[in-house]
């Protein structure tokens, strides 16, 4: 063991995105479960000001926000670069990943509103998609001919997306609206790399339905 541990949750976007990239470095971890509704003594004490996962412990020392993470892995441990090496591209997908990580919780609300805030979250959602959609034109992935590291921040969209709308029915991504998105999406899903690295589909379903079913028979 290379005196690194991950703190995350096996169906996490977030914790999936740092499992990803220390197995492109070839970095040997050990992976902590942590429950959110009973966090542990090591959580809190590692990200004492979000308490929340991932956090990286590498000889001992934390570091929180995946994205952060990512950075720190690439730069720290030898392998294949993650993020470009040119210092422009570089900025360039620092850029992207960031949008992802502030734009997204407006994709994940539409899936969930309903009535008029829903058709409202929508209009937002849609033109978080429209502007992925944009960025994707005439490209493979985001980093171009290779899976790269706004690939990595977008599995969110690239994975769990498409299991959200078929546990709750609300269909946010379709070919007509976001087809360059959804070519995007389709060869991202049918990477090797990709499947890979992320959870069962069918854990993730079941998990979503049951999240479903637990709002239908909530209060009225």
Not at 78 to 98: N, Q, S
Not at 127 to 140: C, I, Q, R, T, Y
Not at 167 to 185: D, I, M, Q
Request: overall charge negative; aromatic content about 12%; charged content about 30%.
């Amino acid at each position: 063991m290379s005196g690194v541990k991950l703190l995350g949750i096996n169906g996490s976007p977030a914790s999936r995105r740092v499992e990803w990239a220390l197995k492109i470095k070839g970095v040997e971890y050990e992976f902590i479960e942590e429950d959110l509704q009973n966090k542990s003594q090591l959580l809190l004490e590692s990200n004492p000001v979000y308490k929340k996962i991932p956090v990286l412990l590498h000889n001992g020392k934390p570091i929180a926000e995946s994205l952060v993470i990512i950075e720190y892995i690439d730069e720290v441990f030898e392998g294949p670069c993650i993020l470009p090496k040119d210092p422009y591209d570089r900025a360039i997908a620092r850029f992207w990943a960031k949008f992802l990580d502030e734009k997204l919780p407006a994709v994940w609300k539409a899936l969930w509103s309903q009535g008029e805030e829903q058709e409202e979250d929508k209009k937002e959602a849609y033109e978080v998609l429209k502007v992925l959609d944009n960025e994707l034109k005439d490209k493979k992935f985001f980093g171009g001919d290779g899976i790269g590291f706004v690939d990595i921040a977008a599995n969110f969209v690239g994975f769990w997306i498409g299991i959200v709308e078929e546990a709750t029915g609300v269909v946010l991504v379709t070919s007509e609206k976001f087809p360059n998105f959804c070519a995007w999406r389709n060869k991202y899903l049918n990477c090797d790399q990709v499947k890979e690295n992320m959870p069962s589909r069918e854990m993730l379903l079941g998990y979503f339905k049951s999240r479903v079913q637990a709002v239908a028979n909530g209060p009225k």
